[in-house]
């Protein structure tokens, strides 16, 4: 979600160093991207280390109310996000929302599509085990009712890319903050805009080829 759909990591980064400066601690933009796609309680940790005398808790509470409250004054969607998932709901497939915000964040941001964009949510507050772990996209296959190699996953963090590859996904990485490479792994895509649920089922057929020739190596 963060990063993928809407382009929220700067208000986490906002949110992020206010905090920490509260407490009178530094928090850099190398800092703040160390924590993208991260699971919540992970940050908390680090932003403890980082002197804020909060609860993991309360950090995590903090922090997405105060990305709430910035996407209640604008929501600023990623290029071609929303015509790329209305093109897959026009398609008749299936979508579930994996994040490692929480769920009231999830849901706050889904509220303000105006079309039914999902079927399921997956939030941090979900899971045991946040990305990279695949536990968030193995539930999300399974909310969804599908195998999770039958699914096309959409990340623009590394941790999630870790995460939809380790589950057995088809992984597209959408690189936006950090860095991708190039791997057998996974495919790249520069933006979203202009991309089609065509484009996503031609990724999955070349992910399932390449997957069908190295088992007959």
């Keep these: 979600?963060?990063?993928?759909?809407?382009?929220?990591?700067?208000y986490w980064m906002r949110a992020e160093t206010l905090l920490v400066e509260s407490?009178?601690?530094?928090?850099?933009?190398?800092?703040?991207?160390?924590?993208?796609?991260?699971?919540?309680?992970?940050?908390?940790?680090?932003?403890?280390?980082r002197g804020v005398e909060l609860a993991e808790d309360e950090i995590i509470q903090t922090l997405t109310a105060s990305v709430m409250e910035?996407?209640?004054?604008?929501?600023?969607?990623?290029?071609g996000a929303m015509e790329l998932l209305a093109d897959v709901r026009a398609a008749g497939i299936r979508t579930a929302l994996v994040t490692m915000s929480?769920?009231?964040?999830a849901e706050l941001v889904v509220s303000l599509i105006d079309f039914p964009a999902f079927d399921a949510i997956v939030s941090g507050d979900d899971v045991?085990?946040?990305?990279?772990?695949?536990?968030?996209?193995?539930?999300?296959?399974?909310l969804l009712g599908v195998q999770i190699t039958d699914c096309v996953a959409l990340e623009d963090s590394l941790p999630g890319l870790a995460s939809a590859v380790a589950s057995g996904a088809v992984a597209i990485g959408i690189p936006h903050m950090v860095e991708m490479t190039?791997?057998?792994?996974?495919?790249?895509?520069?933006?979203?805009?202009?991309?089609?649920?065509?484009?996503?089922s031609?990724?999955?057929?070349?992910?399932?080829?390449h997957e069908a020739g190295n088992s007959n190596d």
Excluded: C
């Design 23 to 49: 407490y009178g601690g530094v928090w850099t933009r190398d800092d703040a991207l160390a924590l993208v796609g991260q699971g919540l309680w992970h940050s908390a940790r680090l932003l403890q280390a």
């Design 70 to 79: 910035q996407i209640r004054i604008e929501i600023p969607w990623r290029p």
């Design 202 to 209: 031609g990724v999955f057929s070349a992910g399932k080829n």
């Design 128 to 142: 045991e085990h946040a990305k990279p772990h695949p536990q968030p996209y193995l539930l999300g296959a399974e």
């Design 182 to 200: 190039e791997s057998d792994s996974h495919t790249l895509w520069t933006t979203l805009a202009g991309r089609t649920a065509h484009d996503i």
């Design 102 to 105: 929480l769920r009231s964040l």
């Design 1 to 10: 979600m963060d990063g993928t759909i809407v382009d929220t990591e700067p």
